[in-house]
Nanobody
């Protein structure tokens, strides 16, 4: 019911910045939560940051203070990533949740390397 289109992934040097964005379309409920998850090779998918329709946010300890999640509107979520580290390298997935339903983006590769 909900489609997610991501953009902004790529290659960046340590200490650099990158901005991810995700736009949702379809049957969007006003009360929802959108966020970003990531999965590195050999590791489980983990929460990076989430934001609900009221603007309340939550961050993984590993990214707190470096990443900022924001919403342009109820259908769009952004992730500003600063001071990137090699350990941030992963496939990043956009997520939408509302009314017990989850939707996922296709994933975008973020590589932090010299």
């Amino acid at each position: 019911q909900v489609q997610l289109v991501e953009s902004g992934g790529g290659l960046v040097q340590p200490g650099g910045s990158l901005r991810l964005s995700c736009a949702a379309s379809g049957s969007i409920f006003s009360l929802n939560r959108m966020g970003w998850y990531r999965q590195a090779p050999g590791k489980q998918r983990e929460l990076v940051a989430v934001v609900d329709n009221n603007g309340f946010t939550n961050y993984a300890d590993s990214v707190r203070g470096r990443f900022t999640i924001s919403r342009d509107n109820v259908k769009t979520v952004n992730l500003q990533m600063n001071s990137l580290k090699p350990e941030d390298t992963a496939v990043y997935y956009c997520n939408y949740e509302s009314g017990g339903l989850d939707s996922w983006g296709q994933g975008t590769q973020v590589t932090v390397s010299s």
